[in-house]
């Protein structure tokens, strides 16, 4: 599901992301972290400060992970829906039902919101130039359908961000304890629906 690099840092980052999603972030000890990673804890410190920047950078390696999956939706052949609904899914949908199988998974959203709203920009920033390129790749088939964003002083641009702005309202629906799916299917029916009219 997800890929690390095959190196110690790699292996330190998805031994972590095991022992924060079995144990939360609170609760996590760079003990932890080095047994489940099979290394020393100097072996640890020499690479992380501490828990601190190691959740860092696995919100740094899981963001960038779900923008090459958002790219790569769009790659796939299908409708304008199709590979939105796809871009959501692979790379925000996905990381919201891993979390979801663990007691912690919200503790952990809320964390990186703390910690790194940084990187969670960044990444939304991302996402925004990766929807927009795929929007774009995928008008280009139909010019008429382009046509119809430039005469509502439109652009892919400002699409991808409504999506992103609207799934950030649709994440504080997931984190107060409801379902999703059903609203983002609806936000992506609804854009697509704009996009092909």
């Not at 992970?65 to 409708?79: I, L, Q, T, Y």
């Not at 949908?93 to 663990?102: I, N, V």
């Not at 925004?128 to 359908?145: F, M, Q, R, V, Y």
């Not at 409504?162 to 059903?182: F, P």
Request: with cysteine.
């Amino acid at each position: 599901m997800f890929h690390f690099v095959d190196d110690k840092r790699g292996i330190i980052l998805e031994s972590a992301l095991t022992v924060f999603i079995t144990y939360g972030f609170k609760k996590t000890s760079m003990d932890d972290i080095a047994k489940q990673a099979g290394v020393s804890r100097p072996a640890l410190y020499q690479l992380f400060k501490n828990k601190t920047d190691i959740f860092r950078a696995l919100s740094r390696d899981l963001m960038e992970n779900s923008v090459n999956k958002a790219s790569r939706a769009f790659e796939e052949p299908g409708s304008i829906r199709e590979q939105l609904y796809r871009a959501i899914d692979s790379s925000i949908m996905e990381l919201h039902r891993f979390c979801d199988q663990s007691p912690h998974g919200a503790e952990l959203i809320g964390v990186n919101q703390e910690i790194a709203r940084d990187i969670e920009f960044e990444w939304k920033s991302s996402m925004i130039t990766a929807i927009a390129a795929g929007i774009e790749k995928s008008l280009e088939a139909d010019h008429s359908n382009a046509s119809k964003l430039a005469q509502h002083n439109l652009d892919s641009v400002a699409v991808a961000s409504i999506l992103m702005h609207a799934m950030e309202g649709v994440r504080e629906t997931y984190l107060s304890g409801h379902a999703i799916d059903n609203y983002v299917e609806q936000l992506v029916d609804f854009i697509a629906m704009a996009l092909e009219n």
